[in-house]
């Protein structure tokens, strides 16, 4: 059967397609029997063919209504940015709370229609919202072990051994501050969480030593809203000592430890190493009482940040079915919510939350944060060039600041990346007697390659300049190209020096 031509079939097709747009379905059914016959095409393409080829009625769009104007996204950008940046799911019960805390100290003054914008949105139209400005805006030491007599004697106590505690029973661990070497000695972080609310306080560590944990330890049970009842650890032995287990029975706190290598045991405050501390200092190496004293700074300002301000996850159910885990989590609350929510809260500490509370301002915390997080960096880049210390900014000035500072990037500055040192020549410059010499030839005849200026050189110059400096040639033709594209854009106001260029690698 001699195959018909392409032009042909077109032909064919748009012939067909008149009548079979007019025909009724058995007449259709008829006409794609013969037209698949004839054409050889398959009967899926063939009827996607006839249908292409009628003429389609205009398609009328319908005028999409935008909900959340400008003015609302605007708003939203500068809550998110007093959250601290947290996720829509944490940010939608946060909203009520922050924009009363912001309207109270004076920060914002939204009009009525769009607060009731804002505090209508789901948490899926918070994140599709913010998404282009998340997008513009975008880390083992080896331990002595502890007897075993005194392993023995602390209770292991797993994740699933924990049910509904009442609001005083903890998880501690501790965070280490090595940067990318653990040699010598640098800071550590000590973090306490409790299992029923998830309310954390840190504390900075000069040294790893047990009776230096004993008073940092006295010391925030001082500021705990609640009496610490249990006291629950790693297998680390700057817990696991006589130090520690005695001042536990002494204080008639429950002290219990995890199972060895089994990290899902302290689930709790493992998920606040990374939350809160590593989010707040970042992965840098801190070292000495300097940074101590600035550490705790932080850590004075972001606990209450975070204990009355970021609303958590909590674990309520896990179920498993083969390999398939189902977890069922609660609302985002925040630690002073579900202390708040508790019955078995004493109302005296009820008391005390609530007049903290009213007198925080979440903007001047979070600028204070800022603050402090510089002041870090600068610390623990010592080999980065010398910076102007600047003054925290005002409190209006950082309010404003809010509304694009997406823009910038990263906002923490413990999460920018160290400034790379400059990168000095590893061997003598090849081509330093004949800079000047090669600048005239380039200003002579500036369309002349890499290769012809090597060869002319090559040609005055016998032995001297082998073939391998090509590259280096090259690179330095590109830094003269590119001043001579500026001068013609922008004028010869300034005079290209005719010192030796950095090459790097050469």
Known sequence: MRRMSMATRREMTAAVAQRYSKADRAEKTRLLDEFVLVSGYHRKHAMRLLRASKEERPAVRRALRRVYDEPARSALIVLWEASDRVCGKRLKPLLPLLIEAMERHGHLSPAPEITSKILAMSAATIDRSLRPVREKSRLGVARRQASSALRRSVAVRTFADWQDPQPGFVEADLVAHSGPSPRGGFLYTFVLTDVATGWT?????????????????????????????????????????????????????????????????????????????????????????????????LYRASRLFVNFFQPSFKLLSKERDGAHVRKRYDAPTTPHQRLLADARLPETARERLQVTYRGLDPIALLREIRACQSRLVELADVSAPAQEKTAPLPIEQFLSGLRIAWKDGQARPTDRAKPKPKRERRRPDPLVAVTTQLRAWFLAEPWRSGSELLAKLQAEYPGDYPACLLRTLQRRLKVWRSERAHDLVFGSARTPPLDVPEDRGS
Do not use: S
């Open 201 to 297: 306080e840190c504390a900075p560590l000069l040294v790893r030593e047990q009776h230096l944990l004993r008073e940092v330890l006295t010391e925030l049970r001082k500021q705990l809203p609640f009496a610490l009842l249990g006291f629950d650890t790693d297998n680390d032995t700057v817990f696991l000592n006589e130090t520690i287990k005695t001042y536990c029975e002494e204080a008639g706190v429950v002290f219990t430890r995890c199972r060895p290598y089994k990290k899902n045991d302290q689930a709790f405050v493992e998920q606040k190493n990374g939350a809160i501390v590593r989010r707040m200092v970042g992965y840098r190496r801190f070292e000495g009482l300097t940074a101590a004293a600035a550490l705790a700074q």
